[in-house]
């Protein structure tokens, strides 16, 4: 099965999105895998919709209601094709009535119809058949992506993600379950949606928790319903209504209250000091000082020379000690070093710690007393 391309940019020339199609070999039908049952549906909502707008029943858009939401996103009806003035190359023609007018092309199916459409796509692989499904449910995509329209403005580029669910839930779709597509299809057409409100939303992701995604969704929501109640929408009253903390109900609203700004952005203080310099350039660089690095090198080289120096001197299970514990990147347990010199863990701890007195006085007087170091591993 074919699937629409996905949207680059929100900003980008947009065009219609085209009527998908449906491809399957003419001698082998594609697998089709049945949807979970109905009581156990993955739910794709994170954001925690309100149940009744979710789990009702879906149904496609009418001819009516394209014809409100046409009126609400600023799209003329189209003309009948008969009437339709001709169009030239040059006539620009808006990619959203251009899409409506396509949609409204496919009629709707009958429970029947569509019950004899899915047998005949899982059954045989009838592509025809599997097209018909998903561009007679083009409407329930308009329908859903338009209750998104205050989360994202390009109604184009939720369509598409919308149309991919679509298809996704034909591929999934078993007509033996009792279930009509629109109602099934619903679920996948909100969670390919939502997933790209989300990635789609700032340039800084948003909504990588569950919570945030609650958040991102209901916020404004519950705020209004506090307004609407009397009640001061504080950011206490709000986290326990959703079940957050106060902490992410505080940088949720300061995310969706400000802007994205970019660190290559000219400042804008109206002083002469700030002329062609950005918001990257003063940035505190948090990188140690060049002087402190240098130093710090510096004392790590001495020091080192040093252990070497004081390694050369031992033998035996002091070399041991000092070699698998005390200089090791992955130092040996006091248990192994034991349990290889057949003795207790105790033992082994005590002869280590003879041995780091004794590096710690020879540090002390090459290195002096302002040289602490905290030698030795549990």
């Known amino acids: 099965m074919s699937q629409p391309k996905r949207s680059s940019s929100e900003k980008s020339p947009r065009k219609a999105p085209a009527v998908v199609d449906v491809e399957a070999p003419a001698d082998k039908a594609l697998p089709v895998k049945a949807p979970p049952p109905v009581a156990a549906q993955p739910e794709p909502q994170d954001e925690d919709e309100d149940e009744d707008e979710v789990l009702s029943e879906t149904e496609p858009a009418t001819d009516a209601e394209l014809d409100l939401i046409e009126a609400e996103i600023g799209v003329r009806p189209a003309e009948p094709q008969a009437q339709a003035a001709p ?43 599997a097209k018909q499904l998903v561009t007679s449910n083009l409407r329930l995509v308009v329908k859903i992506a338009h209750e998104y329209k205050r989360a994202y403005q390009n109604l184009l580029d939720l369509v598409q993600e919308g149309n991919v669910g679509l298809i996704q839930a034909v591929k999934k779709f078993d007509p033996y379950r009792g279930v009509k597509l629109s109602t099934y299809s619903g679920w996948w057409i909100r969670a390919y949606i939502l997933k790209f ?123 041991e000690i000092f070699r698998d514990r005390i200089v090791a990147d992955e130092p040996i347990t ?23 007195l004794r590096l710690r006085e020879f540090l002390q007087a090459e290195l002096g007393d302002a040289v602490q170091i905290a030698l030795g591993h549990e």
Do not use: C
Request: hydrophobic share 35%; net charge negative.
């Open 334 to 356: 006091l248990q192994e070093l034991g349990d290889r010199w057949g003795v207790s863990r105790e033992r082994a701890r005590q002869l280590e710690k003879r041995m780091v």
């Open 197 to 319: 409100i989300l990635n789609n939303w700032r340039l800084v992701k948003i909504g990588t928790t569950q919570n945030q995604r609650k958040l991102f969704f209901n916020l404004r929501k519950q705020v209004d319903r506090l307004k609407q109640a009397g009640v001061d929408p504080t950011p206490e009253r709000i986290a326990a209504a959703l079940d957050v903390s106060e902490a992410e109900v505080i940088e949720m609203d300061r995310r969706l209250s400000a802007p994205d700004m970019s660190l290559d952005a000219p400042l804008t203080g109206g002083g002469d000091e700030d002329d062609g310099r950005t918001r990257m350039d003063i940035i505190e660089d948090s990188s140690d000082d060049p002087e402190v690095e240098v130093e710090s090198t510096e004392f790590k080289d001495i020091l080192h020379a040093k252990l070497r120096r004081f390694g050369a001197t031992l033998s035996g299970r002091e070399l």
């Open 87 to 129: 169009v030239t190359a040059l006539v620009r023609r808006d990619p959203m009535g251009q899409y409506m007018a396509e949609v409204r092309r496919h009629p709707l199916l009958t429970r029947e119809e569509e019950h004899a459409l899915a047998v005949r796509w899982v059954e045989g692989g009838d592509a025809e058949a």
